[in-house]
């Protein structure tokens, strides 16, 4: 299992938003800063306006900001945006289709389950603003381990 290239694009242009103090940015100048593609950009930028996560301000002096604060942005919403609901088996969709028709008491399905539940409630304790925070204190660390090494 593998999350798009949209995926992660769309948390840093969130993260790159929240970190600038959620100034208007125009498409051009984030989709510069941020290595995307100016298509590709507008592509996401799309879904997450459309998701309620990122407003769009028209004009001259316009650009994108965040819709909500990045503390009530989770990583499980960023997500769902982009690749939709997370259902890592066949037999976890919500029909429960099991070609043997064991998911009362396969042990696989059992396994699958506990495991995409855990791992969208990390996603869901997980917000905007955290990962931009560990981010800036991780960024702080390399500066400083570096320095000592000067």
Known sequence: MRFQRATDYAIRILCYLH?????????????????????????VTGYLKQAGL?????????????AKRAEQISLYDVVRVIEGEIIINRCLEHDGFCSRGATDYCLVHKFFESF????VDELKTRH???????T??????????ANALR
């Open 19 to 43: 970190e600038h103090n959620n100034q208007l940015s125009t498409a051009a100048d984030l989709s510069e800063k941020l290595g995307i593609s100016y298509l590709y950009f507008m592509k």
């Open 54 to 66: 990122l407003k769009s301000v028209q004009g001259c002096n316009g650009g994108y900001q965040l």
């Open 116 to 119: 995409q539940q855990g791992m």
């Open 128 to 134: 905007i603003s955290d990962l931009c925070e560990e």
């Open 136 to 145: 800036k204190t991780a960024r702080s660390r390399s500066t400083a381990d």
